[in-house]
């Protein structure tokens, strides 16, 4: 073999490896890259995840207070219908009376 052809396979080996070095590296980061996405979505998930458990607590918590306070207006509705019950009655027997 001529020195000049054991010199061009040298140098094209060495350029190969070079290249081979260089693909890993471009490789490497994108598997980076690529995981550093996937721990970015994962995060995201997990946060939006515990907003919407909260979001859910927050309604549960706001639903039982408006059915309390229904509970409690129409508690109040009925006392008032039957102090006006009572209040007729009264006025009522009040009318008999003078009437006798």
């Known amino acids: ?9 040298v140098a094209f080996t060495s350029a190969l490896l070079g290249c081979n070095e260089r693909k890993q590296a471009v490789n490497e980061q994108r598997d980076n890259t690529k995981e550093a996405l996937e721990q970015e979505r994962d995060n995201l998930q997990s946060g939006t995840r515990l907003a919407k458990e909260q979001v859910d607590a927050d ?26 019950d009572a ?14």
């Open 1 to 9: 073999m001529k020195p000049m052809h054991s010199i061009i396979i």
């Open 59 to 84: 309604a549960a918590a706001e639903k039982a207070r408006l059915d309390a306070q229904q509970a409690a207006q129409e508690a109040q509705i009925d006392a008032d219908k039957k102090k006006a």
């Open 87 to 100: 209040a007729a009655k009264a006025a009522k027997e009040k009318i008999d009376a003078q009437n006798r």
